[in-house]
């Protein structure tokens, strides 16, 4: 079988289904089929790697402590005693669901609450759930507040429209480089706190800042596991539980190995009561070594006090370190949010002088063609013109033919030269007009690409100062191609470039 390529909750299902008929057989309490599988895949998970599967009373005082946890009911460690006394070093799963529905245990807790308890600590152990609850969230793209069921594991934190849906609306995903922070009321919002992945921002809001606080510790968490190169929480306290439960092993076999030691000196000492003198002497020497390694014992016990006293010391100063460095970003992030807005104010000035501009480059596109139109216009009549001066020339040949003839036509010609020279000059000074309208319009252009400059400057100025992402400069032109606003500094992956173009 390959990790991956089947779902392991059918396959756990399988197994139960082979094995719960011929063995599970509830004496008083019946649990439904649903509650007895989880209770049983909890057993397979903390049970011990050895064949056939038990847990060690340990684990079942954890087990049931996590139950009564969920079920929002308290337990003390006299009645967990009194549970465990009667058990040996190690129950089957079997035994193990028969003493959870047992009355000393279930001490008439109802079925729907032992019911929701099994449910939420088999989705905490076996599934890695973190923490799961409903949270506002801020939309990427719409930016408006919806409320999503978020179900945080080591690895991602996914949320859907409701605790009943089935269907992702996305995923968030947690590594070592993620980043979780406070952020200060606005707009309405009160309890704000967001995730910062490398590639997004993900702003939230809880309904209370208990609620709050428990999501950042969760988060928190999960970004230390993917620090530790740890996939299951669980697990990871699992193996911690198991690694203490074999040195007090340790420790016990060591205590029973010097009891034994213990006891043959003492036959050794009654088998040997006529070397009295020489038994008194090796009494000695035990009694000055056993003085001397409880000394080392007792060299050891304030040595390990004092490494965890120093520990306890750097870690109050860290956390007081943290504090002052949260309080500093808090306020370059305020110094930052204003610097924004002027940022924006100016970039709607800069905006309206480009519209200016871009008016005043269709003003002087009108005034071109005008021109041009009226160019062509003036070739027409020259072209005329030259017409009539070519049939007047042959009219004062033929005039000196026919004289009289001659006068008459050279009289009516003149007069339409005449009329002719004067529509030229009125097209001569319509032409005049619209240069004169074009320098007006090119004054203009100068005007906006002056008032596009300053801004320009004002920008600069204003970007110059941003810190720690790097400084900009807007790159300007009075011509048609666009103006970009670059970066004078190397680029901060943290921090994203702005782009401004004008058409």
């Given at each position: 079988?390959?990790?991956?390529?089947?779902?392991?909750?059918?396959?756990?299902?399988?197994?139960?289904?082979?094995?719960?008929?011929?063995?599970?057989?509830?004496?008083?309490?019946?649990?439904?089929?649903?509650?007895?599988?989880?209770?049983?895949?909890?057993?397979?998970?903390?049970?011990?790697?050895?064949?056939?599967?038990?847990?060690?009373?340990?684990?079942?005082?954890?087990?049931?402590?996590?139950?009564?946890?969920?079920?929002?009911m308290e337990?003390?460690?006299?009645?967990?005693?009194?549970?465990?006394?009667?058990?040996?070093?190690?129950?089957?799963?079997?035994?193990?669901?028969?003493?959870?529905?047992?009355?000393?245990?279930?001490?008439?807790?109802?079925?729907?609450t032992l019911s929701i308890a099994i449910q939420e600590l088999y989705e905490e152990v076996i599934q890695d759930v973190l923490k799961q609850g409903y949270i506002l969230k801020k939309a990427n793209l719409r930016r408006i507040w919806t409320e999503r069921w978020f179900v945080l594991k080591p690895t991602t934190l996914c949320y859907y429209l409701s605790e009943e849906s089935k269907e992702r609306k996305g995923i968030i995903f947690i590594d070592k480089d993620c980043v979780v922070e406070i952020l200060?009321?606005?707009?309405?919002?009160?309890?704000?706190?967001?995730?910062?992945?490398?590639?997004?921002?993900?702003?939230?809001?809880?309904?209370?800042?208990?609620?709050?606080?428990?999501?950042?510790?969760a988060i928190l968490t999960a970004i230390r596991l993917q620090q530790c190169g740890t996939f299951s929480l669980h697990r990871e306290l699992q193996r911690r539980r198991r690694e203490q439960r074999e040195q007090h092993e340790q420790c016990r076999v060591t205590r029973e190995i010097d009891m034994q030691k213990l006891a043959e000196l003492q036959n050794?000492?009654?088998?040997?009561?006529?070397?009295?003198?020489?038994?008194?002497?090796?009494?000695?020497?035990?009694?000055?070594?056993?003085?001397?390694?409880?000394?080392?014992?007792?060299?050891?016990?304030?040595?390990?006090?004092?490494?965890?006293?120093?520990?306890?010391?750097?870690?109050?100063?860290?956390?007081?370190?943290?504090?002052?460095?949260?309080?500093?970003?808090?306020?370059?992030?305020?110094?930052q949010r204003l610097r924004i807005q002027e940022l924006?104010?100016?970039?709607?000035?800069?905006?309206?002088?480009?519209?200016?501009?871009?008016?005043?480059?269709?003003?002087?596109?009108e005034y071109r063609l005008a021109q041009a139109k009226l160019l062509i216009q003036e070739e027409e009549r020259l072209k005329v013109l030259l017409l009539m001066r070519d049939e007047q020339t042959q009219y004062v040949e033929q005039a000196q033919k026919e004289k009289e003839?001659?006068?008459?036509?050279?009289?009516?010609?003149?007069?339409?030269?005449?009329?002719?020279?004067?529509?030229?000059?009125?097209?001569?000074?319509?032409?005049?007009?619209?240069?004169?309208?074009?320098q007006v319009a090119q004054k203009r252009l100068e005007?906006?690409?002056?008032?596009?400059?300053?801004?320009?400057?004002?920008?600069?100025?204003?970007?110059?100062?941003?810190?720690p992402g790097g400084g900009f400069h807007l790159v300007a032109s009075t011509t048609h191609s666009p103006c970009w606003l670059q970066r004078s500094t190397p680029p901060d992956p943290s921090i994203h470039c702005l782009y401004v173009q004008s058409f």
């Amino acid at each position: 079988v390959v990790d991956g390529s089947f779902v392991k909750e059918s396959f756990h299902e399988l197994c139960w289904t082979l094995t719960a008929k011929k063995n599970y057989h509830p004496s008083t309490f019946v649990l439904p089929n649903r509650d007895a599988f989880r209770l049983w895949c909890l057993f397979n998970y903390l049970s011990e790697d050895s064949y056939p599967l038990i847990m060690v009373p340990n684990e079942i005082r954890y087990l049931l402590q996590k139950l009564f946890s969920s079920a929002r009911m308290e337990i003390g460690e006299t009645e967990i005693y009194e549970v465990l006394s009667s058990l040996s070093s190690g129950v089957s799963v079997w035994e193990f669901l028969e003493l959870v529905t047992s009355p000393k245990v279930l001490r008439g807790i109802s079925t729907v609450t032992l019911s929701i308890a099994i449910q939420e600590l088999y989705e905490e152990v076996i599934q890695d759930v973190l923490k799961q609850g409903y949270i506002l969230k801020k939309a990427n793209l719409r930016r408006i507040w919806t409320e999503r069921w978020f179900v945080l594991k080591p690895t991602t934190l996914c949320y859907y429209l409701s605790e009943e849906s089935k269907e992702r609306k996305g995923i968030i995903f947690i590594d070592k480089d993620c980043v979780v922070e406070i952020l200060s009321d606005r707009d309405g919002r009160r309890c704000m706190f967001c995730v910062k992945t490398n590639t997004k921002l993900h702003e939230m809001c809880a309904s209370d800042t208990k609620q709050r606080q428990e999501w950042i510790a969760a988060i928190l968490t999960a970004i230390r596991l993917q620090q530790c190169g740890t996939f299951s929480l669980h697990r990871e306290l699992q193996r911690r539980r198991r690694e203490q439960r074999e040195q007090h092993e340790q420790c016990r076999v060591t205590r029973e190995i010097d009891m034994q030691k213990l006891a043959e000196l003492q036959n050794e000492k009654e088998h040997q009561k006529q070397e009295l003198e020489q038994l008194k002497e090796a009494q000695k020497r035990a009694e000055e070594t056993i003085l001397h390694e409880q000394y080392k014992h007792w060299e050891q016990h304030e040595k390990i006090k004092r490494q965890l006293e120093d520990q306890l010391r750097e870690a109050e100063e860290a956390r007081a370190l943290m504090q002052a460095e949260i309080q500093l970003k808090e306020t370059e992030t305020l110094q930052q949010r204003l610097r924004i807005q002027e940022l924006e104010q100016f970039q709607e000035r800069l905006e309206e002088a480009l519209a200016q501009e871009i008016k005043a480059r269709h003003e002087e596109k009108e005034y071109r063609l005008a021109q041009a139109k009226l160019l062509i216009q003036e070739e027409e009549r020259l072209k005329v013109l030259l017409l009539m001066r070519d049939e007047q020339t042959q009219y004062v040949e033929q005039a000196q033919k026919e004289k009289e003839e001659v006068q008459q036509v050279m009289a009516k010609k003149s007069k339409e030269l005449q009329e002719a020279q004067e529509q030229l000059d009125n097209t001569r000074e319509s032409r005049e007009r619209a240069d004169r309208d074009v320098q007006v319009a090119q004054k203009r252009l100068e005007q906006a690409s002056t008032n596009v400059r300053h801004w320009n400057i004002q920008m600069n100025r204003l970007m110059h100062p941003i810190s720690p992402g790097g400084g900009f400069h807007l790159v300007a032109s009075t011509t048609h191609s666009p103006c970009w606003l670059q970066r004078s500094t190397p680029p901060d992956p943290s921090i994203h470039c702005l782009y401004v173009q004008s058409f």
